[in-house]
T-cell receptor, first 109, second 111 residues
């Protein structure tokens, strides 16, 4: 079993839709949880970063962590065509980032 | 403030050669990590340096090595290149080892 599993996608939604992206993990040592966005030919860009279970909101983005279920989610409200990118979940233990495979999101105008 | 800078952006090498990639972290960041990204395997951790010391290492063969200088700049070296080493190599820097900022990467193609 991989340490981090992410829904494979791709995912296509109409503009304005609410998007839900999910990852599960198996390693209880993971302490910090992140979501990155990656545009084509660019490096990953940190979107959200959280430590504890619960929700964290930043504008149209909400990150949710449930440590008891080993499950994290990213919600995007009022999705825009500019949100079209690959989204990667990532988790750290001992300064080593472990990533999900990523999901490609396309938001149709 | 300048981001993470990786050079070169693109590189083409032949099998058997060696290559050195460079990474300049954000000013003040002492942790530098390297990752390999391929379509099949996704992003995989290579190693992490903090204050010139390798603090963590991923599951890559010894052909992959790195170092960090006193100014926190880091280099990654791959010897005896194989076709399977073709990938995007990403460097990330961090102030505290938690939130990481990535560079745009070096696209390495082996022919």
């Amino acid at each position: 079993q991989k340490e981090v599993e992410q829904d494979p996608g791709p995912l296509s939604v109409p503009e304005g839709a609410i998007v839900s992206l999910n990852c599960t993990y198996s390693n209880s040592a993971f302490q910090y949880f992140m979501w990155y966005r990656q545009y084509s030919r660019k490096g990953p860009e940190l979107l959200m970063y959280t430590y504890s279970s619960g929700n964290k909101e930043d504008g149209r983005f909400t990150a949710q962590v449930d440590k008891s279920s080993k499950y994290i989610s990213l919600f995007i409200r009022d999705s825009q065509p500019s949100d079209s990118a690959t989204y990667l979940c990532a988790m750290t233990a001992n300064s080593k980032l472990t990533f999900g495979k990523g999901i490609t999101l396309s938001v149709r105008p | 403030k300048a981001g993470v800078t990786q050079t070169p952006r693109y590189l083409i090498k032949t099998r058997g050669q060696q290559v050195t990639l460079s990474c300049s972290p954000i000013s003040g960041h002492r942790s530098v990590s390297w990752y390999q990204q391929t379509p099949g395997q996704g992003l995989q951790f290579l190693f992490e340096y903090f204050s010139e010391t390798q603090r963590n290492k991923g599951n890559f063969p010894g052909r992959f090595s790195g170092r960090q200088f006193s100014n926190s700049r880091s280099e990654m070296n791959v010897s005896t290149l194989e076709l399977g080493d073709s990938a995007l190599y990403l460097c990330a820097s961090s102030l505290s080892g938690q939130g990481y900022t990535f560079g745009s990467g070096t696209r390495l193609t082996i022919v």
